[in-house]
């Protein structure tokens, strides 16, 4: 699977929304991810479904709805129906997680499981054939500009070992300081989705900070 940039509207410029997600197409981005934070699960605040609205009317892109909150099931319908292509939920918030992925599924989106660095990764393993997305959080969910975690390698290569010996095309994802440095190496450990915001909303040059993370894997 090639893999997919995915830049974070967090770290956009949502006094010119527009222009910033018209320049990440230019540059040849593949989706856009939304963080959705509560003040609860993470100490921030961010969006609502009106926010997924307004990106589905910008973008004909997918757009990834990550759920860093705690009460993700009592949210899925609206993100859904908002316009979220994917919906991606925290392993720390549920009871029952196949129950939780099949309430999504039911939904006609795509199903997706996130943990925090502190999470053991078999809290996601177990799940691979029953989710299209694990996204593996390299710093703490809840603020852009973070320094990677270097643990956070070796974390996504188990789960991409796991996903290879069951022969599943899981989208694997990760979120957190990813920049054109360690996007190579984060491929080359597993990941097929790289999901960046500061560095490719910097100084309002998203197509050509898309265009050298893309160079930096050695795709065109």
Known sequence: ?????????????????????????????????????????????????????????????????????????????????????????????????????????TLGVGTGLSLRPDTPVGAVISHIERVDIILVMSVFPGFGGQS??????ERIRCISEAAAR??????????GGVDCVNAPLLADAGANCLVAGTSIFRNHEAAANVRAMRNALGTP
């Open 166 to 175: 069951l022969s599943s095309p899981l989208v694997l994802s990760v979120d």
């Open 1 to 105: 699977m090639a893999v997919l940039i995915s830049p974070s509207l967090l770290a956009a410029d949502l006094a010119c929304l527009a222009d910033e997600i018209a320049r990440a197409e230019e540059g040849g981005c593949d989706t856009f991810h939304l963080d959705i934070m509560d003040y609860h699960f993470v100490p921030n605040l961010s969006f609502g479904p009106r926010m997924v609205e307004t990106v589905r009317r910008l973008t004909d892109l997918p757009i990834d709805v990550h759920l860093m909150v705690t009460n993700p099931l009592d949210m899925i319908g609206p993100f859904a129906s908002a316009g979220g292509a994917s919906i991606t939920v925290h392993t720390e918030t549920l009871s029952d997680i196949p129950a939780a992925v099949e309430a999504i599924r």
């Open 148 to 153: 990677f975690m270097q643990s956070s390698y």
